[in-house]
């Protein structure tokens, strides 16, 4: 597609539940992130992909938080036994990953998560 | 590790005004600067960047910003803005030596008749 595209828009789930949120990168961008924001906060990195590979999950707030992109294009953010306080919107972006060029990244719409 | 300032949650300002959006940021080494906007029900898309070269860099509607490296600074301004500029401005930073984008907590511009 022409954009990043992200599914699902919104997602409402129960307390305890578990989530798979994905992205669909442009095509023939290496990198890929995942970000969450909060109300009335700026996004957040959770976690940075180069190809295939985890380059950095250091912003992962917990092991109850996981991203695969097995194929270096799609990604799944995966969150096990859903808390309320995991309420916000998970922000995907690529990016042609030279980091000695032009640093932008795309950004999908988001996914809502709420968690009831 | 780098790490940004938005001095200004909310900035109020009327049609045609000039603003005015702080942005400081905090860095052991080498940075690029960022500016993002969201409009309201639209996703974060870049409004100007700094990577090297010219300390004063542009956008294509109207938009400038500075990167002063002694005040560590990277403020975003307009000299006269228009209803359609209202959303949330985010100031990025990321180091020479990192693929990971920091954002501050953004600025929310309102512009009003």
């Known amino acids: 597609g022409a954009g990043v595209s992200q599914t699902p828009s919104n997602k409402v789930t129960e307390k305890g539940k578990y989530v798979e949120l994905r992205c669909d990168p442009i095509s023939g961008h290496t990198a890929l992130y995942w970000y969450r924001q909060s109300l009335g906060q700026g996004p957040e990195f959770l976690i940075y992909f180069q190809g295939t590979g985890a380059a950095d999950d250091s912003g992962l707030p917990n092991d109850r938080f996981f991203a695969v992109r097995p194929e270096g294009s799609v990604s799944t953010l995966k969150i096990q036994r859903t808390e309320r306080g995991d309420s916000a919107v998970y922000l995907c972006?690529?990016?042609?990953?030279?980091?000695?060029?032009?640093?932008?990244?795309?950004f999908g719409e988001g996914s809502r998560l709420t968690v009831l | 590790a780098q790490s940004v300032t938005q001095l200004d949650s909310q900035v109020p300002v009327f049609e045609e005004a000039p603003v005015e959006l702080r942005c400081n940021y905090s860095?052991?080494?080498?940075?690029?600067l960022f500016w993002y906007v969201q409009y309201p029900n639209q996703g974060l898309q870049l409004l100007l960047k700094y990577l090297s070269g010219s300390t004063l860099v542009e956008s294509i509607n109207g938009f400038e910003a500075e990167f002063n490296k002694s005040q560590t600074s990277f403020h975003l301004r307009k000299p006269s803005v228009h209803i359609s500029d209202t959303a949330e401005y985010f100031c990025a930073v990321r180091g020479y030596n990192t693929d990971k984008l920091i954002f501050g907590t953004g600025t929310r511009l309102q512009v009003f008749p």
């Open positions: 972006a690529s990016s042609l990953g030279n980091r000695a060029g032009t640093g932008e990244l795309f």
């Open positions: 860095s052991s080494v080498s940075v690029y």
